[in-house]
């Protein structure tokens, strides 16, 4: 599903490259965790994948596509087919739960009928019954992460990235985020999470990747955050 | 349900913008306004200068009683004999098309229709005052100089006007009007452009959030870009409307007032006002549309 070969990411005025001959390989329906200190390169990966970034050097294919040959025409379609949640939620405050969620789906042009049809169905999903009318200050963070996730989702992505999700979080309400992300990676849909949080990757048993000074030193299976942190 | 979001978008930008808003469509209106006027001079001046080149274009004035022109000091008024001779003259120079006699009372006739708004000047005027004349048009009204010399100093003849020349004149202050309005015009154009620019820029500064959500969740790019472009044209549009208002007023007040000033100058036509009105709204907004897609390009990295 993501497939990285010998990615190099350097930044322009900056010596040190971000990513450093990465070459790592993602399946369909995968949970990973991309681990490692702040500045080791987890969120180049990220934008690399969504080609916010270009690498320069070494080839990145995503969902089948290589990176390097798409258009930026055909950029947005390849958006379309990945979700994305952050640290900060990134909602609109002008716009309540079901408004934010049904944004993602107006902007692509869907029609009405389909928007009214599927937005409940994953503000259900994501533990916000009862809550679409809700505007987002009226909501504690845990629940504003869940409409960032139902906004990410309601397209039915692929594959999703989250970019530290429980950041802003506190321990207990973030093992219920995890939960909505363990429900949609049961779906089928890949997810690639990059965290610093020792305890969530502990408690998982997914598989780590792990980052340092943009090289991968660590590739587990149902591995946990690591004894040097 | 595409065009209800964008629309609903492009009506957020514009409250959210109202000032520059407001500041974009006085620039365009005035722009655009100026640049009309100019096209309606150059269109009035068009066809003046049809309508005159049908006319006379040079007229030999000829001596009446007691004329004040030294030509004709310590002679009588021109007699039938030199008349006769003058015309046979006139007709066979090479240069001349046709050639019409111009009696007193015909003259004087043409001075009450040109003055019919000016009754104390025409009170004061008799038809003796009217000088007879040869009014003669010429196959190329440039080549007047052969004709213009030989009847200058011909007895009987108080002086020659070459109507040519007077046209010239108020040709030329038309074209320092008209070239007055263009650059003037020019000036708007620019402004209105830069402040375009600003205006797009500030929209999109105002909604980096959205458009932010848009790039990721896969938006296209015309999607983003779509709510900025559609408010430069609304205000472009709004400014096309109002110098249309400024153009049809400019028409009533400037131009049919003209033929007030200015013996036998032709009306613009409301359909020559409608054509210029027409050129000058899809400047406008073409002009705001590219505005628009050139900042974007900028500040919309997609």
């Not at chain 1, 692929?158 to 939960?179: C, H, Q, R, V, Y």
């Not at chain 1, 590739?219 to 004894?227: I, L, W």
């Not at chain 2, 213009?148 to 030329?172: E, H, I, R």
């Not at chain 2, 452009?193 to 848009?214: D, F, K, P, Q």
Request: glycine share 8%; aromatic share 8%; net charge positive.
């Amino acid at each position: 599903m993501i497939h990285f070969d010998n990615v190099t990411k350097v930044y322009v005025n900056q010596n040190r490259p971000a990513l450093d001959h990465v070459s790592v390989d993602v399946d369909k329906g995968e949970f990973v965790f991309l681990v490692g200190p702040s500045g080791s390169g987890k969120s180049t990966f990220l934008r690399l994948v969504l080609k916010e970034e270009r690498p320069n050097t070494g080839a990145i294919h995503v969902a089948g596509k290589d990176l390097a040959r798409l258009s930026n025409f055909k950029v947005p379609h390849l958006r379309r087919r990945i979700g994305c949640v952050f640290q900060d939620f990134r909602l609109l405050p002008n716009k309540n739960v079901y408004e934010n969620v049904a944004f993602a789906l107006e902007v692509i042009g869907k029609p009405r009928r389909f928007i009214r049809k599927v937005v409940p169905e994953v503000v259900e999903l994501v533990g916000l019954e009862g809550k679409a009318h809700r505007m987002p200050d009226e909501l504690s963070g845990g629940e504003q992460q869940r409409v960032a996730m139902a906004r990410a989702f309601v397209n039915r992505p692929m594959i999703l990235l989250a970019d530290e999700p429980t950041g802003n979080i506190d321990p207990a309400t973030s093992i219920g985020i995890m939960k909505v992300l363990d429900r949609i990676n049961r779906t089928g849909t890949t997810v690639v999470m990059a965290t610093h949080d020792a305890a969530i990757v502990d408690s998982m048993r997914k598989r780590v990747v792990e980052l340092e000074d943009g090289k991968i030193v660590r590739d587990q299976s149902r591995g946990v955050y690591g004894q040097a942190y | 349900m595409r065009a209800n979001f964008i629309f609903s978008e492009v009506w957020i930008g514009l409250r959210r913008n109202l000032t520059m808003t407001i500041a974009v469509i006085v620039t365009v209106a005035i722009g655009m306004a100026l640049l009309g006027i100019g096209l309606m001079i150059n269109a009035q001046v068009g066809s003046m200068s049809t309508y005159w080149s049908d006319k006379v274009q040079l007229s030999a004035f000829l001596c009446k009683k007691n004329d004040p022109f030294q030509a004709c000091k310590g002679r009588s008024q021109v007699s039938d004999a030199e008349k006769k001779e003058l015309q046979t003259r006139i007709q066979s120079m090479g240069q001349v098309d046709k050639v019409f006699f111009e009696t007193q009372e015909k003259a004087y006739a043409n001075f009450k229709a040109a003055y019919s708004s000016n009754s104390v000047f025409l009170s004061a005027v008799k038809v003796d005052d009217m000088p007879e004349s040869f009014r003669v048009k010429l196959k190329d009204p440039n080549d007047y100089k052969a004709v213009f010399d030989a009847l200058s100093g011909a007895p009987g003849v108080s002086n020659v006007v070459n109507d040519q020349q007077l046209l010239d004149k108020f040709f030329g202050l038309m074209s320092k009007l008209r070239w007055a309005a263009l650059v003037v015009a020019l000036i708007q154009v620019f402004a209105a452009i830069l402040l375009i620019g600003n205006t797009v820029r500030l929209s999109a500064y105002n909604r980096r959030r959205e458009t932010g959500i848009m790039r990721l969740v896969g938006a296209s790019n015309l999607y983003i870009q779509l709510p900025f472009v559609m408010e430069g044209t609304i205000a472009g549009l709004v400014g096309g409307v109002i110098s249309a208002v400024l153009l049809m007023l400019a028409k009533v007040v400037l131009f049919d007032g003209m033929k007030n000033y200015f013996v036998l100058s032709t009306q613009l036509g409301w359909s020559e006002v409608a054509q210029v009105i027409t050129l000058t709204t899809v400047v406008g907004v073409l002009i705001c549309i590219l505005a628009s897609f050139v900042t974007l390009r900028r500040y919309l990295r997609v």
